[in-house]
């Protein structure tokens, strides 16, 4: 086993007994690009998820349906790292696998990364019609900071802005992404889920 928690591959480890969590390939990127065009009015092309697999200041994750045979794409995550910052800048759910609590399961996976890589906070954008979005961050301890005037090109929107704060976060986090370690002083930061917890358990800690 590779030692290396920043090193890329498809490892994979189960979140529930119907999905597992997989670190995003190239080859991931066909199924990816028919969800983004499904979901979004601008979506990104496949430059852009290049960018989250290929830099190092990218990472991407995928949700996989485990009862397929196949490597079938549910849903993802990509953000950057900025200093002490993990920035979420795209997160999107299939529309059949919707109101399955995914999205949460990706941001607690964002939220553990960002543990992990000892960074002080965690920010995204949203629109603010959005509100299931908005709801969900605020679960999970996200504040709004502020808003970003003109951000969404199709309509001229702004954005709404939310970070969380790592070091104002008492619970511990049980979702680690696959192929990651905790280091010294980087705890895991998600809040402790039951049907999180094999994900743990199964995934690649390297030696």
């Not at 290929?54 to 549910?74: H, I, K, M, N, P």
């Amino acid at each position: 086993m590779d030692g290396n928690p920043d090193s890329r591959g498809s490892r994979t480890a189960n979140l529930t007994p119907c999905f597992a969590l997989s670190e995003m390939t190239e080859s991931d990127l066909d199924q990816i690009l028919i969800l983004e065009r499904e979901s979004f009015p601008t979506p990104w092309t496949r430059e852009g998820f290049l960018t989250a697999i290929r830099t190092d200041f990218g990472r991407g994750w995928v949700v996989l349906d485990r009862d397929r045979e196949e490597r079938s794409v549910v849903g993802y995550l990509c953000c950057w790292t900025r200093r002490g910052t993990i920035q979420v800048v795209n997160i999107c759910v299939a529309q059949s696998h919707r109101g399955r609590g995914l999205g949460r399961l990706l941001m607690q996976v964002v939220i553990s990364w960002a543990g992990i890589k000892n960074k002080k906070r965690v920010s995204l954008e949203v629109r603010p019609g959005n509100l299931p979005a908005i709801n969900l961050y605020q679960n999970l301890g996200f504040r709004h900071t502020g808003s970003r005037a003109g951000y969404y090109s199709d309509t001229g929107e702004e954005a709404f802005l939310y970070e969380l704060r790592l070091d104002k976060v008492a619970e511990s986090f049980s979702t680690r992404p696959p192929g990651s370690k905790r280091t010294p002083d980087g705890p895991d930061r998600t809040r402790d889920q039951p049907a999180t917890q094999k994900a743990v358990d199964d995934a690649p800690q390297g030696e």
